[in-house]
């Protein structure tokens, strides 16, 4: 189960609705081995898509290297799709890399951007995917 502050959960749906015609995507870090969700980090989609997010390779070595300095890791991976539901795509499974992660999702299809907004969450290893309740407290 994904435990998420309401804070963090609206943090994540404004950077959907606001890059919203194209794929939002960002991490949530907290404490290695804690599993607590605690620091937003907004990413800039390289790939400028509305169907694909690609984190920009500088930004993500700097990230790595800012949750390493903080003894951090990503709790949270999440990304938007803007014209389907909120389940991972072959391409979202090919590249979870992650497999201590939460992968959430937030669709804004059907929504013009404006919500409400599908918010789930999976965990993603080794290529099976496994959608989890998310807890918003």
Avoid: W
């Avoid at 609206?10 to 606001?18: L, M, T």
């Avoid at 620091?39 to 800039?44: D, K, L």
């Avoid at 690609?54 to 903080?70: G, H, P, T, V």
């Avoid at 789930?120 to 959608?131: A, F, H, L, T």
């Amino acid at each position: 189960m994904l435990t998420i502050t309401q804070a963090l959960h609206d943090q994540i749906v404004a950077h959907a609705r606001a890059d919203h015609p194209d794929e939002a995507c960002g991490v949530v870090a907290g404490p290695a081995g804690s599993g607590r969700a605690e620091r937003f980090i907004p990413m800039f989609n390289a790939a400028r898509s509305p169907t694909f997010y690609e984190f920009d390779s500088a930004d993500l070595f700097k990230l790595y290297r800012d949750m390493d300095d903080r003894d951090e890791e990503p709790v949270i991976i999440y990304h938007s799709h803007t014209a389907t539901e909120a389940y991972p795509s072959r391409t979202d499974i090919t590249y979870a890399n992650e497999p201590g992660a939460h992968y959430v999702l937030v669709s804004t299809a059907d929504t013009d951007g404006a919500g409400p907004f599908q918010f789930r969450s999976y965990r993603i290893v080794e290529g099976e995917v496994s959608e989890e309740d998310v807890e918003i407290v």
